[in-house]
């Protein structure tokens, strides 16, 4: 993990980028590669079966062209897979950002990193949940 501003071309440097979405965590290395991109150790297209899964983690990267040009190692965890897939997102737009500072105003405009604040709403005492009131009877 490098905090180099200008990569260069044909070294090993990994930039990193942390995303948030929900409950879940995604830590995403990116370098100059081949295109290979892993998550947890398995294939992107393997760990998000979905598609809309898969292309919402991989869509940073269509949008900068970057998909033949960078390989990615990441690891996510907690939440479920439609939030990990939304961490994945946010980490690699950061770790774009970090690796090609020109690209930062094209996918800040695209909101690639803007992140997702809404969380789940506790529960209230008093209360079957968040919002659910328990039975009311009248009589």
């Keep these: 993990m490098s905090t180099v501003e200008t990569p260069v ?3 090993k440097t990994w930039f990193l980028g942390t995303g948030r979405r929900k409950e879940s965590v995604a830590r995403v290395f990116l370098r100059a ?7 947890n150790g398995r294939e992107v297209d393997k760990y998000f079966p979905n598609h809309a899964w898969s292309h919402d983690a991989t869509e940073p990267l269509k949008f900068t062209s970057l998909t033949e040009q960078v390989d990615v190692l990441v690891t996510a965890k907690g939440g ?7 961490a994945v997102r946010m980490g690699l737009s950061r ?4 690796f090609n500072p020109e690209l930062r105003p094209a996918l800040r405009k695209n909101g690639f990193l803007t992140r997702d604040s809404r969380m789940k ?19």
Excluded at 33 to 39: I, Q
Excluded at 80 to 86: D, F, K, Y
Excluded at 95 to 98: L, M
Excluded at 123 to 131: L, N, V
């Design 80 to 86: 479920g897979v439609g939030g990990q897939a939304g």
């Design 95 to 98: 770790a774009i950002s970090r």
């Design 121 to 139: 709403e506790r529960k209230k005492y008093g209360q079957k949940g968040a919002r659910k009131r328990f039975q009311f009877t009248k009589r």
């Design 33 to 39: 590669g081949t295109g290979k991109f892993t998550v």
């Design 9 to 11: 071309v044909g070294t």
